[in-house]
């Protein structure tokens, strides 16, 4: 079964039994990020551990006020591993960028993400992560 929210221009969907897929289209506003990371949040908390699959082919990235409030972000959502999938070489860049100063100021929750060219190919890796960690 899967349930579907729209924030905006963007969607959010649940794929059971634990993937939460977001589809960004053009620019993350701030209100937007904090509406889709609300919903994750009541999701994860009804569901359990996440899986978040990406598709950025059609983001243009972060407004500012957006980075500068992942920037400054204490608490995440934890999810089991992250995938992207379709970024531009700019998404990855400040995306890595993203990840690797909160990495650097403590603020990292250990959580996996890569950037896959393809769905499929974001999808292999989630289950191969789904596989590891139920073999733990």
Do not use: C
């Not at 993350?28 to 908390?45: D, K, P, S, W, Y």
């Amino acid at each position: 079964m899967e349930t579907e929210w729209s924030f905006g221009p963007h969607s959010l969907s649940f794929e059971a039994p634990d993937t939460a897929k977001f589809v960004l289209r053009g620019p993350l506003e701030h209100a937007e990020m904090l509406a889709i990371r609300a919903q994750l949040e009541e999701l994860r908390n009804r569901q359990g551990p996440l899986y978040l699959l990406g598709d950025v082919r059609q983001s243009t990235g972060y407004s500012l006020e957006s980075r500068q409030a992942i920037g400054a972000e204490k608490e995440r959502v934890p999810y089991t591993a992250v995938a992207f999938f379709g970024a531009s070489f700019t998404m990855k860049t400040v995306s890595n960028m993203i990840l690797r100063a909160n990495s650097i100021l403590g603020r990292s929750t250990g959580t996996q993400a890569v950037f896959m060219d393809t769905e499929e190919e974001a999808r292999a890796w989630l289950a191969a992560q789904r596989a590891k960690s139920s073999s733990e």
